[in-house]
T-cell receptor, first 115, second 112 residues
């Protein structure tokens, strides 16, 4: 257990529905990242926060995806009008500082299946 | 185009032997490279970081080398154990303050 928690662990939804995932980072970690991982691939960067500010979003990120980190603590990732191609593992990671070499601690992920 | 390659086929190693995994990259000049372990249904776990000016890094039974001329990192597990069976991912810094680029990982199977 790395100390990063994600909820839910699994989500099955029908195409067109909206889903929201939650990530609780390690307390006092300033950086929070969201990644997406499909079977047989490495994590793909989606977005990251420095405290409550969302500083970067991947160009690959559809406008159906939105993320928030109110008060710089937990974060939520929402996917609107889900598509079958959104099926993947969604990983959250946090790091203590803004140093690029600081270790990222990953949560267990939320596995999304879109039917 | 920018590319990271790890052995896509699973690596089968006899218990007690040294396992060596490869991470090759093109069109990058990373400041550092990281190795992670990922078990099924779990997030990656950080193992080691090696900087561009370091040739080798060790941690217990793990050793990482980094050859910026060959654009390659090797990850070694000595005295391998069945508990070392997992997927191992390499990740490169692309000289930005937020983003790592990840390889697809190599599945390592240690047979008793």
């Amino acid at each position: 257990d790395t100390g990063v928690s994600q909820d839910p662990r699994h989500k099955i939804t029908k195409r067109g529905q909206n889903v929201t995932f939650r990530c609780d980072p390690i307390s006092e970690h300033n950086r929070l990242y969201w990644y997406r991982q499909t079977l047989g691939q490495g994590p793909e960067f989606l977005t990251y926060f420095q405290n409550e500010a969302q500083l970067e979003k991947s160009r690959l990120l559809s406008n159906r995806f939105s993320a928030e980190r109110p008060k710089g603590s937990f974060s939520t990732l929402e996917i609107q009008r889900t598509e079958q191609g959104d099926s993947a593992m969604y990983l959250c990671a946090s790091s203590r500082t803004a140093q690029s070499t600081d270790t990222q601690y990953f949560g267990p992920g939320t596995r999304l299946t879109v039917l | 185009s920018q590319k990271i390659e790890q052995n896509s086929e699973a690596l089968n190693i006899q218990e007690g032997k040294t396992a060596t995994l490869t991470c090759n990259y093109t069109n990058y000049s990373p400041a550092y490279l990281q190795w992670y372990r990922q078990d099924p249904g779990r997030g990656p776990v950080f193992l080691l970081l090696i900087r561009e000016n370091e040739k080798e890094k060790r941690k217990e039974r793990l050793k990482v080398t980094f050859d910026t001329t060959l654009k390659q990192s090797l990850f070694h597990i000595t005295a391998s154990q069945p508990a070392d069976s997992a997927t191992y991912l390499c990740a490169l810094d692309i000289r930005s303050n937020y983003q790592l680029i990840w390889g697809a990982g190599t599945k390592l199977i240690i047979k008793p």
